[in-house]
Structure formats: structure tokens, C-alpha cells
């Protein structure tokens, strides 16, 4: 194994299968997989990530598909698992720079439809609707998709038949015996498969840790339920817009409660329309109303169901924590619900938001303190059971961060699978996979992640981003530098000005010009601005200095360099900055202006 070592696919695929990972393994979102052969390529799943506190700024995270891009003529299509934004969020970036098929369920098409609108590229996408049991034909490949108990209805496996054998791609489930809608788990299928022979499983890892088995979706019902019975005022429930099937039992409570509906959110708002159309959501309409509308009844006659349950500053729910919403407010006595799971480094915000809200008088519910979430991913006995069903020769865990893809593979040695048949890889590397062996054979050309600031078009250079870490943490300063022009021949220029200005001529350094062919530079007013890093009132002394420092800089460049804007502030840049780390043990953002004159 040479994990270090990038090389080149085409080199070694020779008739076998390779696997590269541009996103999911080693973080939670950003989940996309690529499946290669010599002659063609597919791709399952496009995921974005949110960005941590750490990021100013940043709005999305996407995969950097490079790799995809300089393969293009390869890719035979998009496979797409679920509908879940860490699975389809990034679908609009891709399809910008490929014109490849897309495939997958009729809801989450219809998910992914509305973000491609909003980023106009609806109109040249190719998406294709196939049902659970479905097989397609991609050149090398052959994709069967499978039905998978997860928290959003329409969620597959894949089993891809390839020259070499088969490949279950698990993408997220659970094995749920009472879910939502009715729709088990095909264990069938994945019992057949596992007797016919897979060379390979890839498997979410998300609750690795987790020991037993996740509980079922039904199973938050009754606590959900006695907060109806106790709540007397409003009642706010905020979830994952994409979690349908815990939207249903939102709305089957408050149907069985007699309670209006209100649903608040973007995203909400859109995917209860999209799915109440489809027949995925049993909504009845007369116990909608719109949220403008709830202040005209009674508190104990309303529900509102609102997005923000990871703290997202501008969601609905945030909002109402700092009484910001235009025309929903959150008052004493109300009772609000965050029924989803804490992703981690969402914690700070979540925890903004919970503080907030109790400062209005709220009573706060959620998976810390009470039964109000279930997760849809599988528990350590779940990812055992799929492992058993499906008897893989090979095993790769996916999703998750390093330590859930260490314990998956764990999971996997206990149940049988030979260690060195066990394969812990992490985003970029190339994963070769024969009959016989499967292998980390290094990174595979350009991987990694995108920041996208706004549109998913406008990409945010890593040089950006620590601009403004840099800002946030230490400030910035900006010295202004004002050079003023020599006659070039020896002789000052006319100065008629007040005695200030010629006391700052007597202060610059008198310059000669070369040959006559420039005229000298020569320092004048020099003024630093501070901004995020001292309080100028009361750091007199320390701007002073930094004022001489500049100066000095300025004194000692050649005539010539003086006429180099690029010079004049690297020079003072690398000054100040040196200054500032010794006096002050910090390095604000320096950006030196000149003006010439």
C-alpha cells in the first residue's frame, strides 16, 4: 500500500474495479463515491456539507470534482441513493461542469428538481426515474437498486454487477420493523445476493459506535405525543426539512391534537408540497394554514413546523430565538421540539438557539433531555446484520468520521470478515479492487473539498478563507503611505503649504532620480488604521511606532523600488508583521495602502 503516493487509475485498473472516495469518508456529509473501469465510470451519490464556526463566510462545502471532470467522457451516469442534502446537495454544482444522466427514485428526483431550478440547470439535466427493484444498464456496469429503511421515504442500496463481481453500495438505512410507511427493508433481495456471492460491501458508518439496534421511527410517537397533551400555548416541532417520516407523524399528532398546521421554512415548505403531491405525505389540506396567518388563532390551536435544527442562522427557528421573525414569535409558556439529531460541530449553534429560546420562556425538548429523536441510520447491530445478509468477501466502511469507519471495521472482523480483507480508506485515495485483493494504492490526481461563498459558482479560494480566519482572530491594520514626487533634479518643488507639510518634507529622505529618467519618491503622511486588533485611543504608543517603523521602510528602498507598488508593501507588510507578532504576540491581517501624489 502506498497511501502517500498519487498515481495514475489508467495505469492499474487493467480489467479490475477502482474506487475513489471524493467525499464521506473521514466527515459526516459530502458523501460521493466513484466507481471506475477501464472504459467507464459511474458516480453514486453528490452531498454537500455546512460549514463549521471556523469557516467565515462560507456558505456550502462541496466535493472537488476534478477527477470527474478530466474523466468526463467516461461517466456513464449519476446514481443518486436518497433524498437528503448530504446526498444530493451538490448535484446542481456537478451537473454545471458535466452533461451526464442522473438516476434515481421519483422523490428524490423531485427533491434534487427544486435545487436545480433554483440554480437553472433543471432544464439540461437528465434525470431518470427508477423504482426500488429497477435495474440499469451503464456500459461495465449493471446497477440494481434496492429498497433501504432510512428517515425519508424512496431510499435505495445499490448491488452494482461489475466484470469482476458484485459491489453493494448500502448508501444510509437501517433496519426498521414498523416503519412510517409501511415498506421493509428488502431483505430478500440482500439475502439472495449474499447467497449468489458479493465481492465487495461499502456500508454507512454513521452509528458504528452505537451498540444494539436503532429503534424505530414509530418509537418517538408517545413522547411526542405527551408533549401535545401537556403543551397548552403554541407548540413549535423543528426537524430536518428532508425527514418525512417524522413530518408525518408531525401532522398525524396534530390531526389527532385538532391543531392547525403551520409550516415555516424554505426548504419545509417546498418538500411538504412536493411530497404531499406525490402521495409520500398524508396532508390534510384543511389543517393547513399558512404562517402568516397563526397569530389570528389561539395558541392552543396551532403546531408550527420549522426548519433550524442544526442553529443555521438564518433558518426559521433561529430567527424566532432572536425575535426576528417577520410574523412568528416564540413568547412564555410556548413549548418547542427539536426533534433531530446534534451533527457535530453544530453544537455551539444549536446550543445559541436553545439559550434564546429559554430566555423567552420556552420549555425546550430534544434528544439530550427527552425521546424526541430517532435516528435513521443503523446501530451496530443493523451494520452486522447487513453484513451477514450480504456475506462479502471484501468490506469498506463509508460515512462517518475516522473513528466511525475504524469501528465499523471492527464490527465487520467480529462477524468474520478476515482483517486483511478490510479496507479503511479515507477521502481521494484510490481503493483497487481485484477478484483476489483490494488495496489502497495512494490519491488518484486532485481531491478535496470546495467552499462556495453564495452561488455555487462563486468557489472561495483557501488563500480567502484564511484572510478571514486571520480577520476574525487578530484584526486588521492598514497602513496608509502618501509618497510625494521630486522635480528629479536636485531642486524641491514649490511648496506654499503650511509649516506642517514642510516640516514633513524636512523628514523624508531626498532622493535622486536614475538618470533623470524617474522622479524621486519621497515618504510623507503616514496614517495607520486599526481595526479588530488594538483600540487606537489607547494604543497610542504602539501606532506611533509602527508609524516610524513604515517610515523607515520607505527610507531605506531604492528610488526605483519606491516606484513599485507591489515592493512599497511587501516591505512594510513583512515589517509590521514582525513588529506586532514581538510586541503584541499576534499578527492581524496587514494591508498597506499607497497613494502617490
Known amino acids: 500500500m502506498t497511501d502517500s503516493t498519487l498515481v495514475n487509475n489508467e495505469e492499474i485498473v487493467n480489467g479490475n474495479v ?39 463566510g462560507v456558505d456550502l462545502i462541496f466535493p472537488d470534482i ?113 416503519p412510517i410507511d409501511g415498506k421493509l427493508s428488502d431483505i430478500q433481495t440482500l439475502a439472495r445476493l449474499g447467497s449468489e456471492g458479493v465481492l465487495m460491501l461499502v456500508s454507512d458508518s454513521t452509528n458504528a459506535e452505537r451498540p444494539g439496534q436503532t429503534p424505530s421511527e414509530r418509537s418517538i410517537y408517545d413522547t411526542i ?39 415555516s421554512g424554505r426548504s419545509l415548505i417546498n418538500n411538504v408540497r412536493t411530497a404531499s403531491e406525490l402521495g409520500y405525505l398524508d396532508v390534510n389540506p384543511d389543517y393547513l394554514i399558512d404562517a402568516r396567518d397563526a397569530s389570528m388563532f389561539k395558541p392552543h390551536e396551532v403546531v408550527v413546523l420549522s426548519t433550524g435544527s442544526q442553529g443555521e442562522p438564518r433558518s426559521a427557528m433561529a430567527l424566532m430565538a432572536l425575535d426576528n421573525h417577520p410574523f412568528l414569535k416564540v413568547e412564555q409558556g410556548d413549548t418547542v421540539v427539536i426533534s433531530a439529531r446534534i451533527i457535530p460541530g453544530n453544537e455551539k449553534a444549536i446550543g445559541n438557539v436553545v439559550n434564546h429560546l429559554l430566555r423567552r420562556g420556552a420549555k425546550i425538548y430534544h434528544e439530550r433531555n427527552a425521546d424526541v429523536h430517532v435516528s435513521g441510520h443503523g446501530s451496530s447491530e443493523d451494520l452486522k446484520l447487513m453484513i451477514n445478509l450480504l456475506q462479502p468477501k471484501f468490506f469498506m466502511p463509508m460515512h462517518g468520521e475516522y473513528q466511525n469507519l475504524v469501528r465499523h471495521a471492527e464490527l465487520a472482523e467480529s462477524v468474520g470478515i478476515p482483517s486483511e480483507n478490510i479496507t479503511v480508506a479515507e477521502d481521494g485515495e484510490l481503493i483497487y479492487l481485484t477478484p483476489e485483493t483490494c488495496e489502497v494504492f495512494g490519491r488518484e490526481g486532485r481531491s478535496g473539498r470546495v467552499l462556495v461563498d453564495g452561488k455555487p459558482e462563486i468557489e472561495l479560494e483557501d488563500i480567502v478563507l484564511r484572510d478571514r480566519i486571520q480577520l476574525s482572530e487578530d484584526g486588521i491594520v492598514v497602513p496608509i503611505i502618501v509618497l510625494h514626487s521630486d522635480t528629479g533634479d536636485g531642486s524641491q518643488q514649490e511648496d506654499t503649504g503650511a509649516d506642517e507639510t514642510a516640516s514633513r518634507r524636512e523628514q523624508s529622505v531626498t532622493e535622486s532620480t536614475d538618470n533623470g529618467s524617474k522622479t524621486g519618491l519621497n515618504a510623507g503622511e503616514i496614517e495607520i488604521i486599526s481595526r479588530g486588533f488594538v483600540y487606537m485611543d489607547k494604543s497610542e504608543e504602539l501606532i506611533e511606532e509602527a508609524k516610524v517603523i513604515t517610515r523607515r521602510v520607505i527610507e531605506n528602498l531604492s528610488d526605483e523600488q519606491k516606484h513599485e507598488t507591489e515592493i512599497v508593501q511587501d516591505e512594510v507588510r513583512g515589517a509590521l508583521r514582525r513588529f506586532f507578532s514581538k510586541q503584541m504576540q499576534r499578527t492581524p491581517l496587514i494591508f498597506p495602502v499607497v497613494m502617490r501624489v
Open 18 to 56: 477502482s474506487i475513489i472516495p471524493l467525499g464521506g469518508l473521514g466527515e459526516f456529509g459530502l458523501n460521493m463515491m466513484v466507481y471506475e473501469t477501464e472504459d467507464d465510470l459511474i458516480v453514486i451519490d453528490t452531498g454537500f456539507m455546512l460549514p463549521n464556526s471556523d469557516m467565515p
Open 66 to 178: 476534478h477527477y470527474l471532470v478530466e474523466r468526463k467522457e467516461k461517466i456513464r451516469g449519476i446514481l443518486l441513493t436518497h433524498g437528503h442534502e448530504d446526498h444530493i446537495g451538490a448535484l446542481a454544482y456537478v451537473l454545471r461542469q458535466l452533461d451526464v444522466p442522473v438516476y434515481s427514485t421519483q422523490l428524490t428526483l423531485a427533491i434534487a428538481s427544486g435545487r436545480l431550478r433554483e440554480y437553472g440547470v433543471l432544464g439540461k439535466a437528465q434525470l431518470n426515474t427508477i423504482a426500488p427493484g429497477d435495474t440499469v444498464e451503464l456500459g461495465d456496469f449493471s446497477a440494481e437498486f434496492i429498497h433501504v429503511t432510512h428517515s425519508i421515504p424512496d431510499s435505495v442500496a445499490i448491488a452494482l454487477r461489475t466484470p469482476i463481481g458484485v459491489i453493494v453500495h448500502t448508501g444510509d438505512f437501517k433496519f426498521d420493523m414498523t
Open 225 to 263: 405525543d405527551h408533549i401535545f397533551q401537556r403543551t397548552e400555548q403554541k407548540l413549535f416541532l423543528c426537524t430536518f426539512s428532508s425527514s418525512l417520516h417524522r413530518i408525518q407523524q408531525f401532522i398525524d399528532l396534530a390531526n389527532r391534537h385538532r391543531r392547525l398546521i403551520a409550516v
